[in-house]
């Protein structure tokens, strides 16, 4: 049983540009939240993913969006990339009814 | 919002001994609260997790406990060995997001 994988793996970009990250939840889960890690930070809580509907967002701009696909997998995008948008976006997918998450390696994001 | 503090942010200890990581959470209403591991370069690994039902919960040499008067849990790591060396994360939850600690820096010396 695969557990939660992302791609790519690492990603560079320069300022301005436009990335899609994507994700594929553990099976059996319908729930996929994204987070983004800066250097040396705790993950900071992006926005969550539920039958295909933002179900829940973070303080983050509406430059980030995502979208989740019937088969539970998501997309994380973000537009107009700064270079604070350097991190690494991890994606965790749970289970809806226990919210336990389970977190992907992450893709590391460079914007330079 | 909630907001999660974490103390403390390094910690050394030596092979064989006891590590205590501690947390506050402001939300009296947080109901879930999962510890991560993060080794360099690899992904957020839940290790333990309680819930506000429960006062404390054991796995091996991992322990929770958790006290909601005081709005804090903490994860408590005896005899310790080398490769439990990583960051630690707690979390709190009341729905469906995490909020996370800054995380502590646990060095194991052998």
């Known amino acids: 049983d695969a557990g939660v994988t992302q791609s790519p793996t690492h990603l560079i970009k320069t300022r301005g540009q436009q990335v899609t990250l994507r994700c594929s939840p553990k099976?059996?889960?319908?729930?996929v939240s994204w987070y983004q890690q800066a250097l040396g930070q705790g993950p900071q809580f992006i926005f969550q993913?539920?039958?295909?509907?933002?179900?829940q967002r973070g303080n983050f701009p509406d430059r980030f969006s995502g979208h989740q696909f019937p088969n539970y997998s998501s997309e994380l995008n973000v537009n107009a990339l700064l270079l604070g948008d350097s991190a690494l976006y991890l994606c965790?997918?749970?289970?809806?009814?226990?919210?336990?998450?389970?977190f992907g390696a992450g893709t590391r994001l460079s914007v330079l | 919002g909630e907001n999660v503090e974490q103390h403390p942010s390094t910690l050394s200890v030596q092979e064989g001994d006891s590590a205590v990581i501690k947390c506050t959470y402001s939300?009296?209403?947080?109901?879930?609260f999962p510890w991560y591991k993060q080794e360099l370069g690899k992904r957020p690994q839940l290790i333990i997790d309680?819930?506000?039902?429960?006062g404390e919960k054991k796995d091996q040499r991992i322990a929770v406990t958790l006290n909601k008067t005081a709005k804090h849990f903490s994860l408590h790591i005896t005899e310790t060995q080398p490769e439990d060396s990583a960051v630690y994360f707690c979390?709190?939850?009341?729905?469906?997001?995490?909020?996370f600690g800054a995380g502590t820096i646990l060095r194991v010396k052998s």
């Open positions: 965790a997918s749970s289970f809806t009814r226990l919210n336990i998450q389970y």
């Open positions: 099976s059996g889960h319908d729930t």
């Open positions: 993913y539920y039958e295909e509907e933002e179900r």
């Open positions: 939300d009296s209403a947080s109901n879930y």
């Open positions: 309680i819930r506000s039902n429960v």
């Open positions: 979390a709190a939850s009341k729905g469906n997001k995490l909020v």
